[in-house]
T-cell receptor, first 114, second 113 residues
């Protein structure tokens, strides 16, 4: 168990809908990262937060947004969902955002858009 | 942008034997970190080993070791005494001071009893 909790584990929804994925980092970790894993795109970095502030942005669509709350949990909001958004969404956390820090991953949220 | 390439989509090894997974990366930076992550069928991403680019000595974690060739931008993972539990997808990853962790496409390792 990595200590990173993601809910829900599975999510099935329809095109055009909006969903929220939740992540609770390991105790003491201030940095949270979101990744998308799909068959065609592989593992893609979406966005990173550190202590409530956005730190780095990757290939995140405009339809997607995220935030980190004062209690350090993070939410990833996906709107106007398309079939191609079906993927496994990972959250990871680390103590600091430094490059050498180990990232600890949650077990992911499997999103299926029908 | 940094790229990470794993040229072996699938590898197979006999139990108790040794296998090497390949990884190359492209970067113009001098300060970075390299990682190998394992993803078993449970989907959990598990850190296997980490290498700092400024260190010449290759990292080792029990049966797992790396061959880091900085000039060649190569970072291979050697698994010794392979066990059935080693069967998984293995991802090579690169991370610079800008914090973004970039993953390769993965190598599926099968372990034959």
């Amino acid at each position: 168990d990595s200590g990173v909790t993601q809910t829900p584990k599975h999510l099935i929804t329809a095109t055009g809908q909006r969903v929220t994925l939740r992540c609770s980092p390991r105790s003491g970790d201030l940095s949270v990262y979101w990744y998308q894993q799909s068959l065609d795109q592989g593992l893609q970095f979406l966005i990173q937060y550190y202590n409530g502030e956005e730190r780095a942005k990757g290939n995140i669509l405009e339809r997607f947004s995220a935030q980190q709350f004062p209690d350090l949990h993070s939410e990833l909001n996906l709107s106007s969902l398309e079939l191609g958004d079906s993927a496994l969404y990972f959250c990871a956390s680390s103590v600091t955002p430094r490059g050498g820090e180990k990232l600890f991953f949650g077990s992911g949220t499997q999103l299926s858009v029908l | 942008a940094q790229t990470v390439t794993q040229s072996q989509p699938e590898m197979s090894v006999q139990e108790a034997e040794t296998v090497t997974l390949s990884c190359t990366y492209d970067t113009s930076e001098s300060d970075y970190y390299l990682f190998w992550y394992k993803q078993p069928p449970s989907r959990q991403m598990i850190l296997v080993i980490r290498q700092e680019a400024y260190k010449q000595q290759n990292a080792t974690e029990n049966r797992f070791s790396v061959n880091f060739q900085k000039a060649a931008k190569s970072f291979s993972l050697k698994i010794s005494d392979s066990q059935l539990g080693d069967a998984a997808m293995y991802f090579c990853a690169y991370r610079n001071a800008g914090n973004m962790l970039t993953f390769g496409g993965g190598t599926r390792l099968m372990v034959k009893p």
